[in-house]
Each structure stands twice: as C-alpha cells, then as structure tokens.
C-alpha cells in the first residue's frame, strides 16, 4: 500500500531554515508530481510548492517564493522542501502529496498524503 511520511519539522526562530522530507513507500512515484502544502490552525490546507515527476518543473505559492526551494531524488522516492528566511507566518501543520500530472492543484485533487510534520517559527 502506497505511502507517504513526512519529517524534519521543529521548532526554529524566525530568520532560520528546515528541510522537510517525504518519503514515500508501497509503490514509485516518479513519474507522480509531488507537493507540499501547510495547514495552520484554523485555516484549510493551502498550496505551498510542487515538482514535476522528472524535477524539471516547480511551482511556488507567491509567499513562499525566493525563499522555499522544493526537489526531488527518485532513486530514493523523496522529495524535500528547503525552507529558509522563515517568518512566524509560515508555521503550520506541513503535508506531502503526490498526483499523476503537472500543475497547481488544490488539496482535494491530491490522491496521496502523509499524516503531517509540525513546523514552529519563533518570532
């Protein structure tokens, strides 16, 4: 069965840097583009970033551009998400997702997700 674990979330101050990771299990995903959103309390799942299946291809929401960089390595079915410059704003409830084509997508045309990494900024 397919399946996709996210780590790396913590607690940092603002001005620093995570890199989450998502590994996934059960089955290749390299031809699926994978995603990142975030989901902070009160609020519903929004798009961060995602990457096409051959890593040649991303997309960026506006306010996390410039300083979130998202890749892939397939031999190792994982995808990270390079997080720095971080702001308080941008913590939330960070998820991985995978989808057969290319393009900026909401939540519910995602057919796969993991369980969620906590990501914390300090101000």
């Known amino acids: 069965q397919a399946q996709l674990v996210e780590s790396g979330g913590g607690l940092v101050q603002a001005g620093g840097s995570l890199r989450l990771s998502c590994a996934a299990s059960g089955r290749t995903f390299s031809s699926y583009t994978r995603g990142w959103f975030r989901q902070a309390p009160g609020k519903g799942r929004e798009f961060v970033a995602a990457?096409?299946?051959?890593?040649?291809?991303?997309e960026y929401a506006d306010s996390v551009k410039d300083r979130f960089t998202i890749s892939r390595d397939n031999a190792k079915n994982v995808v990270y998400l390079q997080m720095d410059s971080l702001k308080p704003e941008d913590t939330a409830v960070y998820y991985c997702?995978?989808?057969?084509?290319?393009?900026?997508?909401?939540?519910?045309?995602?057919?796969?997700w993991g369980q969620g990494t906590q990501v914390t900024v300090s101000s």
């Open positions: 997702g995978a989808r057969p084509t290319f393009g900026r997508f909401g939540p519910d045309e995602y057919s796969y």
């Open positions: 990457v096409s299946g051959t890593g040649s291809t991303t």
